[in-house]
């Protein structure tokens, strides 16, 4: 079956960096858009990026030069590397097979003032 574990998670202080990853299995991962969302307490889940098959990507506004998403299709992770990471940006991560209902469980990221 379909699963997508996210790791990577933690504690870091304003300006530092952290990268997540997300490991997918049960399906054909490099024929898959993909992406990362975030959900901060008392607020709605919010998409942080996607990336398609061929690489491309974007971003939301509010981590648009900070945050980087790749994929390795022979790994069948993806990655999302945060730099100058800002207390807003402190949330639960999810990643998802883009447009479906498979999501991962989750990797808390705190972001200390």
């Known amino acids: 079956q379909v699963q997508l574990v996210e790791s990577g998670g933690g504690l870091v202080q304003a300006g530092g960096s952290l990268r997540l990853t997300c490991e997918a299995s049960g399906y054909i991962f490099k024929l898959r858009t993909m992406g990362w969302y975030r959900q901060a307490p008392g607020k709605q889940r919010e998409l942080v990026g996607s990336?398609?098959?061929?690489?491309?990507?974007n971003y939301a506004e509010a981590v648009k030069g900070r945050f980087t998403i790749s994929r390795d299709n022979v790994k069948n992770t993806m990655y999302l590397q945060m730099n100058n990471l800002k207390f807003e940006d402190t949330a639960v991560y999810y990643c998802r097979i883009h447009g479906s209902a498979y999501w991962g469980q989750g990797t808390q990221v705190t972001v200390s003032s």
């Open positions: 990336i398609t098959p061929a690489d491309e990507t």
